[in-house]
């Protein structure tokens, strides 16, 4: 597990992560896995495992199991884990087949299975590039998007399940890590070509956020979470153009010359470059409109309370890129008693005002009697890299540190090892 780095950055050399591929939460108490060539491993456990068949199945009652790859070599086998949970927590949760390289640990907590991948660095990153982008996009776009996740892993600074000694989870949470299925020549030459390769600040490796559209700003990482002011993680214009004044009037329904943008991503050929995308459509300008009833019913849902309708809704606050982080309500209850409501972050915005997750808080309303209708902006919390934006950039010739630089304005690319 990698320790948070302070003023020094430490690493020398390749290091092995712990990636969670089944958690506790998940309630697994049998895990099934299957292997392309059983002969590259071996076992460690009390149990009686014979790893001779292709398909195993392991209990939580048979201990501590190490399914250990003794081959090194970075190729197509490796092991395939079973009904793996893909946005976790969320309505579109679904479960799929990932293939993994590296070794696999198998952990009894609490009576639930923990299933961590130890797999090293550069290995894990071949995989995370095509699991969040597809290996189509030029390698402009895949070697940032790889110094991108390698510099959010080394500086180590989220650290979401140190509870179970691990670096990071296989899901949008942490990082999307998909195994080897989508892996392409050019998403394992993009990782070989940025080899080591981190984002730093200030002699300190950059906390990289990342997300799939800005929607023409990008947002200050403070406005979003709860954190300091970071001078990589401010907003930038996503335009080739130095901002000029903005029209928030139409900021919404207009089309802005920005990277993210038509103008320079066009959105009927993103499908191409996405990859495993959970949705397709518009990122960048988005349009949704529901009557009262449909809102009610979800929203009520949402907060738990019988709503029957809404009669006002009030950005309180916004950040640079129009991203909402105070929202206000006004709504009626089923016995029509007259009640607020206010959401104080962006994450809980985009989970209460749909029925299952908004592409972003950049939006604005138009509401009357029947219906309640948002323009919005963008899709994700829009800090750091705008992943659709910086695949723009990359089909424009656009090179890897320019993207970079673009996005993490004072930060230098480094090779740590
Ligand atoms: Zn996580
Ligand atoms: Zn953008």
Not at 153 to 178: F, I
Request: include cysteine; proline fraction near 4%.
């Amino acid at each position: 597990m990698i320790e948070k780095l302070n003023t020094q950055f430490i690493i020398q050399s390749e290091p092995i992560l712990r990636i969670g591929i089944i958690l506790p939460l998940d309630h697994r108490k049998i895990i099934e896995l299957s292997f392309s060539d059983s002969l590259q491993y071996k076992i460690d456990s009390k149990a009686p495992i014979n790893l001779t068949p292709r398909k195993l199945k392991i209990s939580v009652d048979d201990g501590d199991v190490k399914i250990i790859k003794t081959n090194p070599e970075f190729d197509e086998h490796g092991i395939t884990i079973h009904n793996v949970p893909a946005g976790r927590g969320f309505h579109w949760q679904k479960a799929i087949d990932v293939t993994l390289p590296g070794s696999v640990e198998l952990s009894n907590h609490d009576g639930y299975l923990l299933l961590t991948n130890v797999v090293p660095l550069e290995q894990y990153l071949a995989c995370v590039a095509v699991s969040e982008m597809s290996g189509a996009c030029p390698p402009a776009l895949l070697e940032s998007q790889t110094i991108t996740a390698r510099s959010w892993v080394l500086a180590a600074a989220e650290k979401k399940h140190s509870d179970l000694n691990l670096d990071a989870c296989n899901d949008d949470c942490c990082q999307r890590y998909q195994g080897l299925r989508q892996i392409t020549d050019a998403s394992i030459k993009a990782a070989d070509d940025s080899r080591g390769i981190a984002l730093l600040y200030d002699n300190q490796i950059c906390d990289a956020r990342y997300s799939k559209s800005c929607g023409g700003i990008s947002e200050d990482a403070e406005h979003v979470w709860d954190m300091s002011p970071t001078p990589y993680l401010t907003s930038v214009y996503d335009g080739p153009d130095s901002e000029n004044k903005i029209d928030w009037d139409n900021w919404f329904t207009d089309n802005p010359n920005v990277f993210c943008g038509p103008n320079f991503a066009n959105e009927n050929e993103l499908h191409k470059y996405l990859g495993n995308v959970d949705k397709e459509g518009h990122y960048f300008r988005w349009h949704l409109d529901f009557t009262q009833s449909e809102f009610c019913k979800f929203f009520s849902e949402n907060i738990d309370e019988d709503v029957s309708r809404i009669t006002k809704i009030d950005a309180l606050n916004r950040g640079k890129s129009g991203r909402i982080n105070h929202l206000y309500l006004d709504y009626q209850n089923k016995e029509g008693t007259p009640k607020t409501l206010q959401i104080n972050n962006e994450y809980d915005i985009r989970r209460i005002l749909h029925p299952s997750f908004l592409y972003s808080s950049a939006f604005i309303i138009n509401m009357d009697e029947k219906h309640i209708e948002f323009f919005g902006a963008g899709w994700g919390h829009g800090v750091g890299l705008c992943q659709i934006g910086a695949l723009g950039m990359s089909l424009h010739g656009y090179t890897t540190e320019q993207i970079l630089t673009h996005y993490f304005k004072n930060s230098q690319l480094k090779k740590l090892y």
